[in-house]
């Protein structure tokens, strides 16, 4: 039973470039988290997701950032024009549901260093 | 706003003892307490949780307890093992929400 997906695991950008975070959540969850963790911090919830639809933003930056969950394929978490501040690591997870008895399953997380 | 606060940085225990992590959280919303447990370079991993109406959850080594009157939460390790030597990450949420919010961590390790 996989779990959580997420790819590529490390992804270096120079500032300008964009950056293209994919997330393939546990088999039979509908419902997608996107976190982010700066240096020395704790994870900060960016936004949250169903197949095509957007739950929640509310810790999502309202420019250069975008995030998707297609019907089909994985969840998307798009950076545009990314900035050194953009460096750390981006957590995924997926629940079956959104009740508070569903647990959150994270991935791997992935890596990323804007130059 | 730190809602929800880890206030040791850091924890050191010997093999075979009690491991101690403390949560303090000042929204009285919360009412569903989680705690992961974190390796560098992987995801947090679930660990236990509980909810608001039970003062008291204990899975194997893992017990949480939590004080509504205090707004805090510990997640006591018995007997720690040097494999439990991780990042130590506390979150809460507001009912069927969907947000966890997550402490800064306590960093524990185990030694022989």
């Known amino acids: 039973n996989a779990g959580v997906m997420q790819n590529p695991r490390h992804l270096v950008r120079r500032r300008g470039q964009e950056a293209r975070l994919r997330c393939s959540p546990m088999k039979g969850h509908s419902h997608v988290y996107w976190y982010r963790q700066l240096p020395e911090e704790g994870l900060k919830f960016m936004v949250y997701l169903q197949k095509e639809n957007i739950i929640d933003e509310s810790g999502m930056p309202k420019e250069r950032f975008s995030a998707e969950f297609p019907k089909e394929g994985p969840s998307i978490l798009r950076i545009q024009q990314v900035v050194r501040g953009d460096s750390a690591a981006y957590f995924c997870a997926s629940s079956r549901g959104a009740s508070f008895t569903d647990t959150q399953y994270f991935g791997p997380g992935t890596r990323l260093t804007v130059l | 706003d730190q809602q929800v606060k880890q206030n040791s940085p850091s924890l050191s225990v010997q093999e075979g003892r009690i491991s101690i992590l403390n949560c303090d959280y000042t929204n009285s919303m919360f009412d569903y307490f989680l705690w992961y447990k974190k390796y560098p370079a992987e995801g947090p991993t679930f660990l236990i949780s509980?909810?608001?109406?039970?003062d008291k959850n204990e899975d194997g080594r893992f017990t949480v307890f939590l004080n509504k009157s205090a707004k805090h939460l510990s997640l006591h390790i018995v007997p720690s093992q040097p494999g439990d030597s991780a990042v130590y990450f506390c979150a809460a949420s507001v009912g069927n929400t969907d947000k966890l919010i997550f402490g800064t961590g306590t960093r524990l390790q185990v030694f022989p």
């Open positions: 509980i909810s608001s109406i039970k």
